[in-house]
Structures are given as C-alpha cells and as structure tokens.
C-alpha cells in the first residue's frame, strides 16, 4: 500500500504539472492527462499520433464531480447504479460552463466519461482537483495494452511515468453509450450489450459507424502489425494460429485464447495474445472462428478491424 501511495503522489505531482502518466483500468491501460488543461490534452493526441478529430474518454470517480462538467439524466443513473464503476462508457451532454478542454471534444457539446473499477486508478483520482482524459495508452491503431510492460513497448522512454496496476481484468475497451436522446450503442465493447438493454428495458443494437468521431472506430485499428486471417478452419505452417478453446493435438504454433470457449475469458486474453505473436516474430496470424454472442461480438468486431489492410 505505501509503494501505491507513492506512486499515486508520483504520477499526481507530473499530471498537475500538465504531463502525461499511463494508468491502469479494468480495461486496458489509459494515457492519462488533465482533461481540463489544453496544454497537457494536446500532449495524448502527440504521443498517440492520434487525429484531434477523435474525441477522449474521461474518467471521473464520483458522480458528483461528474456533475461539474455534464448533464445527468435518468437513463444514465439507472445504468450507473448497476455497472459503475465498471467497463461502460456514456456519451452525455456537456455543460456550456464546464471546464473541460475542447481539445477533448473536437468542438462538440456532448462529452464520453466513465468511471473505472482499477483502485489504484480510483484512487489517484481522488487525490486530483481534475478528471482525467484517457485513451488507450498505445499508439493509434495498434494493439492496446493490457499491463504496464505493454505501454512501455507502446512507449518505450518516451512517457514520464506508468502507474502499475497490474494486469487488466476485463482486457477490452469499455462499452460506449450515447444517452444524449435515444439510447444508441456506439462501440461493442467489455459490457454486453444485452446486460444494458435489460435495465433500460428496451432493445439496443449496434451498427458499424464508419467514423473516428467515437473512439476506436476507424477501419483499421487494433492491429499487432501483422497479417490476419479470420474464421479459418486449418491453418498454414508459417501462421500462428488463434484458438477459442484448447484441442487435444500439440502444435506449437497454437494460441489459446480460452480453455473451454469461454468468451469473457477468451476476451480478457485477446490483446495478451496477440501481442504474444508478434513478440515471438510470426509474420501471419490465422483465427478460428469465435462465437457472435455477448463479448464474442467484442472481439470478433476487435479482429475484424485488425485484419483490414
């Protein structure tokens, strides 16, 4: 706990001096900056190589602070009394007073917030006068990060400072909800979708949306660099090959995403494995083909943007 506490100070000390600190989430692991402050927002979009078209998310740990910045309504406290803190995400309405910088917004008068499960995280935002804008901590359209050894190969020496947290529990971007009018899912993501759709009693589906206006959304994204062939049944002798469960025949080019299909498992390990492959050097990957349901919708929508060329 002391060794926590003196990390938190650390990484509080560098953000209220307008740096950027990677932190951990439920998640993945966020490059966090002062979402009040132009100067250290700007520093996410340099690092990442990010467009400043795509909006951030920003992490709060109390609803009242939340309050600050947005406008709350029912739909949004239903579903914060059931899944927060937790792997969601809200599109709300930005308060014309609100501090937050546009850098933030690309402009706009709607704002994405969560509030993360990690303590450690928690805990640092207690200790912050400011909520904190936090993409996944990897360069855009490659993998995302699932513990602090992971950022640091984002990074390298780049990044003044990773909060360890240790590994991500969840392993998957956060569910994205736009709750402005009608409920719309606007990214799949480590909540089910039918979950959310069973407190708001009401159906929701989701639709590609061929934008970076929501985060992760472009065409091509999390992508190890490497090849992918999806919904394969054999694979070649040069491929790593991606499993949803374990088989009984030893290959070595075999990767188990789970061992008996279990899907919030196999989520959880996705980007593990991936990142795995291309530190042994493969230069493909073949895929078996992963159930759609629940959170195999996450990572077959995952994968699929990982294989566009």
């Known amino acids: 706990m002391k060794k926590d506490l003196s990390n938190i100070?650390?990484?509080?000390?560098?953000?209220?001096?307008n740096h950027c600190v990677a932190i951990p989430t439920e998640t993945v692991y966020g490059l966090a900056a002062n979402a009040y402050s132009d100067k250290a927002t700007s520093k996410i979009f340099k690092l990442k190589k990010r467009p400043k078209s795509n909006p951030l998310i920003v992490h709060y740990s109390r609803?009242?602070?939340l309050r600050k910045d947005c406008e709350i309504n029912s739909n949004f406290q239903k579903l914060y009394s059931k899944f927060c803190p937790g792997p969601l995400t809200f599109v709300l309405k930005l308060?014309?007073?609100?501090?937050?910088?546009?850098?933030?917004?690309?402009?706009?008068?709607t704002l994405a917030?969560?509030?993360?499960?990690?303590l450690v995280t928690r805990n640092l935002l207690s200790y912050l006068?400011?909520?904190l804008a936090a993409p996944s901590a990897n360069i855009y359209t490659q993998l995302s990060p699932v513990s602090k050894k992971d950022v640091k190969e984002e990074f390298g020496n780049k990044l003044k400072f990773i909060?360890?947290?240790g590994n991500s529990k969840v392993g998957l971007e956060s569910t994205i909800i736009n709750l402005v009018n009608k409920p719309r899912v606007l990214r799949l993501g480590g909540l089910d979708i039918k979950k959310i759709s069973k407190v708001l009693k009401r159906k929701l589906n989701y639709k590609t949306i061929k934008s970076t206006k929501v985060p992760g959304q472009s065409k091509f994204h999390y992508s190890p660099g490497i090849p992918i062939r999806l919904n394969v049944k054999k694979h070649y002798l040069d491929e790593a090959f991606v499993l949803i469960q374990k088989r009984k025949k030893f290959d070595k080019n075999y990767f188990y995403l789970s061992k008996n299909k279990n899907l919030k498992e196999a989520g959880k390990n996705l980007y593990k494995t991936l990142r795995n492959i291309k530190r042994l050097k493969f230069k493909k990957i073949a895929v078996e083909k992963i159930p759609n349901i629940g959170i195999g919708q996450t990572i077959n929508d995952r994968l699929k943007r990982a294989s566009k060329r």
Do not use: C, W
């Open 9 to 17: 100070k650390k990484a509080k000390y560098l953000l209220d001096n």
């Open 63 to 65: 609803v009242q602070d």
């Open 95 to 109: 308060k014309k007073e609100s501090k937050i910088s546009k850098n933030v917004t690309n402009m706009k008068n």
């Open 113 to 118: 917030v969560r509030f993360p499960k990690n």
């Open 129 to 131: 006068k400011y909520p």
């Open 163 to 165: 909060l360890d947290g």
